[in-house]
């Protein structure tokens, strides 16, 4: 067994970022002394397939079906099982996607092997990988493997290995002979309102907490989220005080991000949210209190009144 | 409805994490253990569902002695049964092996809706689950954050990056419970005497065929904390707020280079 299988994610036919970074690691990894190989799983993908030879896949095995076209844990499974069959690789990579992260584990319990979630570092030993990860949401950091079991199924956190376009095209096989049993069926995918960007797929967030003092100023944070280019997120207290919905919380009990800028307006920085956000690239703290444990992992920050700073900030951006 | 709730106690969200002796575990002097925050969901869930349809609720754990304190919590918050089964120190953060653990559990009971939180807070993996869903041969939701259970099926809401799926399931099925799926309940002093006389079936995790000393599918070799940070660049903002503003976008744009 040699060889990397990436599961690659998309959709409405268009590719995920968060899989073409884990096909580039998959290729800079030199494929684990094999073939970097592809599984696309969905409808009327060709293109999408096509595509990803320019990111680092040799081989991509495509499984066109319409019961294919929307997730589904069981059918992808089959299909993730199929190749891997096929390419016999010594490691299956998955972004750390919502998909890939419910579908990792299924798909290794099917291989009798154990998997490891959200790796940050990936090293090499001799055939085998060693995985650093978060745990205790960033509190400390795991170096673990799989104690021998092959082939390594690992999902790798977004946004920290580097998507890279380079010549090449894959060759493009389809997948034949799937036998898709299906019980649990996604009937449809609402996306929320205007395109909003998600914060555990951002490079920038900013987010907004007690000293917002009201769901009204979130339009304040947004305004700066806007001007960065950003998303906006949210501590625990701003979540659990129904200013805005859960999906945005960023902490040990919301989504643990780590974009390149991080800015935190009016959030002292309670433990539980410092281990959501305390691996970010550079952290801005904005706050009134001079003494917010916020302060002490901030790169740069702004003792002062947000609602005086952030306007002006916007501005300035806006000039840049 | 007979609901089984899986759950694991874990350090107190509070708590500050050191390393351990061995350099791969965390030092738990001094750790309180609670239940897992979002197993709590899964609790509150199948009590609501009980209590709607009839049934009852089964909460089952793998680990320590320590646990007993978080599955007597649960209990006290109205589950009727409970099951732990002694071990999980050695297996900690090992996914497969605790959903054959639990798996092994649950093959000869009968239920209609097996309930986990997303994740146990800590080691972060969100595995078991899914991993439990297709041992057992069962569909699963994940993430589940609106819950709609008829007689022989459900429809769920699963959060996504940007959006919502819809989901729906026959019965026997397995979710994975997020928060804002419900607002769980503490337990009342009734309760908590109540949880005392209920029946906790204890299980040997060697009886269940898995040797904890051996084998295993994910193995710690090194945990160390993040490395400290060198203190940053903070600017007083509080008499001239817009100075301080023009001042960090410039540094964020040219020493920062983050805009």
Redesign the interface.
Same mark, same amino acid.
């Given at each position: 067994m040699a060889g990397i299988l990436v599961f690659v994610e998309q959709r409405n036919s268009e590719v995920r970022k968060a899989s073409l970074q884990a096909l580039s690691e998959a290729k800079r990894q030199g494929g684990a002394g094999g073939t970097v190989s592809a599984v696309l799983p969905g409808s009327g993908i060709s293109d999408a397939a096509a595509g990803l030879g320019a990111w680092g896949a040799d081989k991509v095995h495509v499984a066109d079906d319409a019961n294919l076209a929307?997730?589904s844990?069981?059918g992808y499974?089959e299909a993730v099982v199929k190749a891997v069959e096929q390419a016999q690789p010594s490691a299956v990579f998955f972004a750390g996607?919502?998909?890939g992260?419910?579908?990792?584990?299924?798909v290794?319990?099917?291989l009798g092997?154990?998997?490891?979630?959200?790796a940050v570092g990936l090293t090499l030993n001799g055939e085998s990988f060693?995985v650093r990860r978060?745990?205790?949401?960033?509190?400390?950091?795991?170096?673990?493997?799989?104690?021998g079991?092959t082939p390594q199924v690992i999902s790798l956190r977004p946004n920290v290995f580097a998507a890279e376009e380079m010549a090449g095209a894959g060759e493009v096989v389809s997948l034949d002979g799937l036998s898709l049993s299906i019980?649990?069926?996604?009937?449809? *995918?609402?996306?929320?309102a205007g395109?909003?960007?998600?914060v555990?797929?951002a490079d920038?967030i900013v987010s907004g907490g007690r000293g917002i003092k009201g769901p009204e100023n979130f339009a304040l944070i947004k305004s700066l989220a806007d001007a960065?280019g950003g998303a906006v997120g949210a501590s625990r207290a701003a979540v659990d005080a129904g200013w805005i919905?859960?999906?945005h919380?960023v902490g040990?009990?919301?989504k643990?991000v780590s974009p390149? *800028?991080y800015i935190a307006c009016g959030i002292s920085g309670a433990?539980?949210h410092l281990a959501g956000m305390?691996?970010s690239?550079?952290?801005?703290a904005i706050n009134?209190d001079?003494d917010a444990p916020i302060?002490?992992?901030?790169?740069?920050?702004?003792?002062?009144?947000l609602f005086?700073?952030?306007?002006?900030?916007v501005e300035?951006?806006k000039a *840049? | 409805m007979n609901c089984i709730v899986c759950m694991t106690s874990v350090?107190d969200?509070?708590?500050?994490?050191k390393?351990g002796g061995d350099g791969k575990g965390?030092d738990d002097s001094g750790i309180k253990w609670i239940v897992s925050?979002?197993d709590e969901y899964a609790l509150e869930e199948a009590l609501q569902l009980t209590e709607a349809k009839g049934g009852e609720v089964t909460v089952v754990t793998y680990g320590p002695d320590s646990a007993e304190a978080a599955l007597r919590d649960c209990l006290a918050r109205g589950a009727h049964q409970a099951v732990h089964v002694l071990g999980g120190q050695a297996t900690l953060?090992?996914?497969?092996?605790i959903?054959r653990v639990l798996a092994a559990v649950l093959k000869d009971r009968e239920y209609d809706i097996v309930l986990c939180g997303i994740k146990g807070? %800590?080691?972060?993996?969100?595995?078991?689950?899914?991993?439990l869903?297709?041992?057992l041969d069962l569909?699963?939701?994940?993430?589940v954050?609106e819950l709609e259970v008829g007689d022989s099926s459900l429809s769920a809401g699963r959060?996504?990056?940007?959006?919502?799926?819809?989901?729906?399931?026959?019965l026997p099925?397995l979710v994975t419970c997020?928060? %804002?799926l419900n607002e769980p309940r503490y337990a009342a002093l009734k309760g908590i005497m109540a949880a005392k006389k209920k029946p906790v079936e204890k299980i040997e995790v060697a009886s269940l065929g898995v040797d904890e000393g051996s084998?295993?599918?994910?193995?710690?070799?090194?945990?160390?904390?993040?490395p400290a940070?060198t203190a940053?660049?903070?600017?007083?903002?509080?008499d001239d707020?817009?100075v301080?503003?023009?001042e960090?976008?410039?540094?964020?744009?040219e020493e920062?280079k983050?805009?």
């Open positions: 929307l997730y844990a069981e499974a996607s919502a998909m992260r419910d579908l990792a584990p299924r290794a319990a099917r092997v154990g998997a490891i979630p959200d060693s978060p745990v205790y949401s960033g509190k400390a950091f795991a170096t673990a493997d799989t104690a079991n019980r649990a069926v996604v009937k449809g *995918l609402v996306e929320a395109g909003e960007l998600d555990a797929e920038i960065v919905e859960h999906s919380q040990q009990t919301g643990v390149s *800028l433990i539980q305390s691996s690239k550079v952290i801005v009134k001079p302060f002490k992992i901030a790169d740069y920050g702004v003792v002062g009144d005086d700073v952030i306007p002006p900030m300035a951006i *840049l | 350090p969200t509070a708590s500050v994490i390393v965390i925050p979002y953060g090992d996914s497969f092996t959903a807070v %800590g080691t972060d993996c969100s595995q078991v689950g899914q991993m869903a297709e041992l569909p699963h939701v994940g993430v954050t959060d996504v990056e940007g959006g919502k799926e819809r989901v729906e399931s026959p099925a997020q928060k %804002g084998g295993g599918f994910y193995k710690v070799e090194n945990l160390e904390l993040p940070k940053g660049t903070i600017i007083q903002g509080e707020a817009a301080a503003a023009v960090l976008v410039k540094l964020l744009r920062a983050a805009i």
